[in-house]
């Protein structure tokens, strides 16, 4: 089902959604047990909830896609994963709230080292600190000059990481990358796709070549490196679409940013598990939906570390009593993927999810995990249909037809 | 898959179909043990017949949508239940087998009481008898004049409802209703959506005026409340699509209006489940395909009546013998939607279903009810392509490709 069909079904009332996603929560059996990293953790109180939930497994984008962030995450939203694509450049501009504009063209930067023949000896500069890099990008952005009709910006990200924006008419996203994905060889020069890109490519390979002048005298990073080209893109709100104003509670810019695009207001970050649940006391009674991203089962996921995800997964086992006193009309457990700690790295496989509120009908799992939500009730489905079943616990969605 | 994809692998043979349909089957937990209707209730025939079936779980429109009866049916039947859009209007003059022609534009009519100031005190003017309904359907019929190129017809349904269709070139159903939904409102002007429906806009309109001229003198149904506006629209037959030629036993107008759009035959009504399987018994040499359809599981759901609508359950599974000494070929038993008690309407919960055939791989299903088929073979599927499973069980679907 084309998940944009429940939007002319959407009526408005008070009721409350929480969407708790541990990102990459789903595993693989590890260790002496044979268990996922899920299913060998102590979670009493999710096990608890279980017996009164409706349980099962979520595919984020399709049958064997392994999904980056961003599709996993607009897919859990009820945007289908394949058709709302976003750009590695939009997607840094919204996590650090640059103020965009229609006519902006942006691009995620590597600071990086390259050698007397200019081939690239570090993608990331040593990963120098946040400092140099504030003061590099104050220096480009004083000194760039790429005529009167456009402009530029460039904004620091952490360690190496930095944003690039370009404001002018007709500029296009139809480009190559600068970044070669590899040392030992020279930038590449940006090329354009299709003949309307042109312009675009020829102003970023002069910004190019004026940023490699105006570094030349840095012992590190003295050279940039450019990726992901995206236009400024418009995506209809979760307000525009369900009526629901939302708050997004995450630590880390790119969820952020996920969730502005989305126009979710966005909570500032609180450095920890027990902060996120306190923001979400805080702010409960101000918001109809709220998104609370906990980051570190998949850091941990992807550090190939089983027993410090089973850790975070039991952390935040421990706060989902404080969740379930503020009693929410629909309450979601579950990730925008997997990343087993076995493959360190995103994978494919479904994702375990729960649903409790007071209209769903349970099912026999009596334990959350993966191979027990395989006899739930909501069976395995597309990731992007989870949105209107919420909704429709919410009372949210009237019927269809006569 | 789309459900018109087996219309081109149809063959016919002279096997039997029998889709005995408990409208809002599905359920939810009520009540002291934790039971669904279905659930709970005493189906001995039924759980012997699971034991030899294959189970599951149908979606009727998609994840978190609760159908009308239009569009629940119309997936029933395998026609893509959102493509399949049927108004209100068409469905009224199907249920009063009302001779349609291919000019004609229908809509809802229910007879109303306003005040002096023409606000509308009763929606249902009081809910007057099916005989005065029908005086005041003759009057208007003979005092309404729409010029030389409109004809005007008007048939009474049960008590304050009934329909108006009017024939003439060019009408269009792009229209806002009169009918304000509620009471302390005056009727509302009706309005063109788009430019090509001024015409018909107006001529309702007219309409509208002379009507309450016509009825100033009642005392009750002193005005009339119009919406579901709907041209006539032709569908393909269960016979053009699947060789199937088809007895509908309902004994309501708005299933058997459905079961005509769909070229089915149409039994009269019998007053009785019993009477229905009796008819079905009568029928049986006669078609290929019966749709049976038992609307008390859902009245009761509706009137919140747990405890009803199991005894109505277990009315049906009563029967079940009786069907099964026909030795149809398929015998699928489901809902074509869910109507828990507990909610006191119809619901986006999946219907459970079973498929009994020689041709079906039995799974561990022991029991008919919602939990137990969340294991069933089938799985969770969209309603809309049970029909190509009961056709491939029926050995009427040929081999697709080489």
């Known amino acids: 089902m084309n998940p944009e ?42 096990d608890v909830l279980t017996e009164r939930s409706v349980c099962g497994l979520l595919d984020p984008v399709g049958y064997g896609i392994t999904p980056g ?56 500069a040593g990963r120098i600190g946040t400092d140099l890099n504030r003061k590099i990008c104050v220096k480009l952005q004083t000194e760039i000059d790429l005529g009167a009709d456009v402009e530029f910006f460039m904004e620091p990200e952490k360690e190496h990481r930095a944003l690039i924006a370009l404001r002018s008419d007709s500029l296009s996203d139809n480009l190559t990358d600068s970044d070669p994905e590899a040392t ?14 042109q312009k675009s490519a020829d102003i970023i390979n002069t910004l190019l070549e004026q940023a490699k002048i105006i570094l030349s005298g840095e012992e590190k990073a003295n050279m940039i490196l450019l990726r ?35 126009g979710m207001d966005v909570n500032p970050p609180t450095g920890s598990i027990e902060g996120e649940i306190t923001s979400l006391k805080e702010n409960y009674s101000k918001y109809d939906f709220f998104f609370i991203h906990i980051k570190p089962t998949d850091s941990r996921g992807e550090d190939g570390d089983y027993e410090s995800k089973l850790k975070v997964i039991e952390e935040v086992d421990s706060h989902i009593p404080s969740v379930l006193k503020l009693n929410p009309d629909v309450l979601v457990v579950t990730g925008d993927h997997s ?25 026999r799992v009596k334990r959350f995990g993966e191979r027990d939500c395989i006899m ?27």
């Open 376 to 402: 739930g009730g909501i069976s395995r489905i597309p990731m992007m249909n989870l949105m209107g079943l919420a909704l429709a616990h919410a009372g949210r969605l009237s019927k269809f037809g006569a």
């Open 339 to 363: 990343t087993p700690a076995a493959l360190a790295s995103h994978s494919w496989h479904p994702v375990p999810v729960l649903l409790a509120a007071r209209t769903c009908r349970p099912d």
């Open 69 to 124: 962030s961003g599709p996993a995450h607009f897919s859990l939203f009820g945007y289908d994963p394949i058709r709302t694509t976003v750009g590695r450049g939009l997607l840094s501009a919204a996590g650090i709230n640059f103020p965009m504009s229609e006519r902006d063209l942006f691009m995620r930067v590597n600071l990086a080292t390259i050698d007397a023949n200019g081939i690239v000896v570090d993608r990331r």
């Open 228 to 262: 992901g080209f995206a236009r400024y893109r418009k995506f209809k709100s979760l307000y525009t679409r369900y009526g629901l104003s939302s708050l997004a509670i995450a630590e880390y810019p790119m969820y952020q940013g996920i969730a502005r695009l989305l």
């Open 184 to 197: 030992g060889k020279k930038p590449l020069v940006v090329k354009a796709s299709d003949p309307s890109a």
């Open 5 to 46: 069909f429940i939007d002319s079904l959407v009526t408005k009332n008070t009721t409350k959604i929480v969407f708790l996603i541990m990102d990459g929560l789903g595993g693989l059996p590890s260790g002496k047990n044979g268990l996922t990293e899920l299913e060998a953790a102590r979670t009493p109180n999710l």
